[in-house]
């Protein structure tokens, strides 16, 4: 059974850092789309950013452009996400996800992890 795990969430001060990870496991999924999503309460799910299957090509919502990098290592069935100069805004349960093809609607990605809590204080 295909599963998506997100490690790496925690608390954090405003202008610290986070590195999520997204372990694969059940299935291998290097010819897929992978993207992260985040859901703040009260709030809709969003798109936050998505890397093709070889890892050439990237997409990040503008709010995080510049400090937010995704990346994946297929040898390993990994994806992350590394998270710089973050803002109480950011915080959220943050979600990975993979997709047939390159997408940033969350109706597109078939498999989806359980989240991971990111607090940002100020």
């Known amino acids: 059974q295909a599963q998506l795990v997100e490690s790496g969430g925690g608390l954090v001060q405003a202008g610290g850092s986070l590195r999520l990870s997204c372990a694969a496991s059940g299935r291998t999924f290097s010819s897929y789309a992978m993207g992260w999503f985040r859901q703040a309460p009260g709030k809709e799910r969003e798109f936050v950013a998505v890397?093709?299957?070889?890892?050439?090509?990237?997409y990040y919502t503008d709010s995080v452009k510049g400090r937010f990098t995704i990346s994946r290592d297929n040898a390993k069935n990994t994806l992350y996400l590394q998270m710089n100069s973050l803002k109480p805004e950011d915080t959220a349960v943050y979600y990975c996800?993979?997709?047939?093809?390159?997408?940033?609607?969350?109706?597109?990605?078939?498999?989806w992890g359980q989240g991971t809590q990111v607090t940002v204080s100020s």
């Open positions: 890397v093709n299957w070889s890892g050439t090509n990237t």
């Open positions: 996800a993979a997709a047939a093809e390159l997408s940033n609607w969350p109706s597109d990605f078939d498999y």
